[in-house]
């Protein structure tokens, strides 16, 4: 069984390879940055399973703005007396763009999708805009504020809803040691037309320098609905162990 899936993976690997580059604290020289990261768990035996994790990201930051952008992909699958079952199939991306104004507050776009096919979710798509405010910006510590406008429209395989929303977000990062860092973000996002109903994202992350190419990774990622649709669950937790190629110019 994991031979017929190691081909695969290292398929998906060479094609998410090229776009797929960032650092925790990238200096503002314009430059881009990035890192790649996998993960495989496989079973044989009792049970026979494989899930493997994909992440990347990319940034590019001046003095003035920051352009950056994401994807994750998580793929479960499990034999079943012989027949093939899928656990999980899991797609996010998107990108931002912030831009100061001044030494503390700033400006934000960003555009984020998702497909969670095991969810009945085909594809989640959120604009959103607006301000921010840098409480705390070291070279070791950073803290924003940001909060706007946000548009999600969501297509089940069951129904298509459309709902304005309001993002109230948080988020930061820690350089804790000289290989160790963290970071993470909260965003609460209430929907507008209908009162209490909302969806709250949390990320959250630790990167430990391995060498000046590679990290050892854990990474939390939790998302939240108070309506879903009927037989799946409001809540879904992913938890990821892995290593991460860094791209470091």
């Known amino acids: 069984m994991l031979c017929r899936y190691l081909v695969p993976l290292c398929l998906a690997c060479a094609t998410f390879a090229a776009p ?12 881009w940055r990035g890192s790649l990261g996998a993960g495989l768990t496989a079973t044989s035996g009792n049970s026979d399973t494989l899930t493997y ?14 352009l950056n952008g994401y994807l994750q992909a998580v793929y479960g699958l499990r034999d079943n007396n012989g027949i093939r079952e899928r656990t999980s199939e899991l797609l996010r ?5 912030n831009k100061d104004f001044d030494k503390r507050s700033f400006g934000f776009g960003a555009l984020d999708l998702e497909r969670n096919r095991v969810a009945s979710l085909n594809l989640r798509s959120v604009v959103s805009a607006g301000v921010g405010y840098h409480v705390v ?10 909060t ?3 548009y999600n429209r969501e297509r089940f395989t069951t129904q298509t809803r459309n709902a304005m929303e309001w993002v109230f977000a948080e988020e930061s990062t820690h350089v804790l040691t000289r290989t160790v860092s963290f970071r993470q973000r909260l965003a609460y996002f209430p929907n507008l037309r209908d009162g209490g109903e909302f969806r709250a994202v ?8 391995v060498s000046d190419r590679w990290n050892a990774t854990v990474t939390l990622n939790n998302r939240y609905q108070s309506n879903p ?3 799946v669950k409001k809540n879904d937790l992913l938890f990821v162990t ?4 860094v791209f470091n110019p």
């Open 137 to 146: 910006k070291t070279d070791t510590l950073t803290f924003d504020v940001s």
């Open 93 to 97: 991306g998107g990108g931002a763009y």
């Open 20 to 31: 797929a580059s960032a650092q925790t604290q990238p200096k503002p020289d314009g430059l």
């Open 53 to 66: 994790t994909l992440n990347g990201e990319a940034v590019k930051r001046t003095q003035s703005d920051k």
């Open 148 to 150: 706007g406008p946000a």
């Open 202 to 209: 949390f990320d959250a992350g630790f990167a430990i320098k």
């Open 229 to 231: 649709v009927p037989g």
């Open 242 to 245: 892995g290593l991460q190629y």
